[in-house]
Structures are given as structure tokens and as C-alpha cells.
């Protein structure tokens, strides 16, 4: 994971997220994670595991994950941008 610390913005966003990662050969709701506002970092953590990416600016935080950054204020799930 790499660290780096720049100005940044930020969209808030209440709505929850569902990802779904599975193998090829199992149904698609074998493995299913929903990520929501308020979730902290270490339920993201154990979600998703450890990120590409971190950012930290203040009390926000952005970390990025193959096709979304999940942004953090105050170690909770403030959005998901895709």
C-alpha cells in the first residue's frame, strides 16, 4: 500500500454499495460484500482487504481499490466513487 498526502475534495454519499467477486465456476451470490456509509476502515479492511492506494488529507482519508476509491472521514465510509 503507498501513502501519499495531497489536497483533495470530497462527494458525500449515503447510498450502500454491493460488490460481488466470485470465481468463475460458483454463482454469483457466493461471495457478495456490501459496503455502506458509517462502515469503518478495518470492516472495509476485512471486506475488501488491503487497498492499492492511500491518501490522506486531514481527517479524510481515500483509498483505492481496481475500480473505486472508497473516501473515509474520520475512519468511517463517507463514498464510493467509481
Excluded at 2 to 9: E, L, V
Excluded at 10 to 31: E, G, N, Q, Y
Excluded at 48 to 62: S, Y
Aim: charged residues 20%; aromatic residues 8%; proline residues 6%.
Amino acid at each position: 500500500m503507498s501513502r501519499y498526502t495531497p489536497g483533495a475534495s470530497v462527494l458525500i454519499s449515503a447510498a450502500a454499495l454491493t460488490i460481488s467477486t466470485f470465481p468463475s465456476h460458483t454463482t454469483p451470490a457466493a461471495k457478495r460484500t456490501e459496503i455502506k456509509a458509517g462502515m469503518t476502515n478495518d470492516e472495509v479492511r476485512r471486506a475488501l482487504g488491503e487497498p492499492e492506494a492511500e491518501v490522506v488529507f486531514g481527517e479524510k482519508t481515500r483509498w483505492s481499490y481496481p475500480g473505486m476509491t472508497i473516501v473515509f472521514t474520520r475512519n468511517k465510509v463517507t463514498d464510493v466513487q467509481f
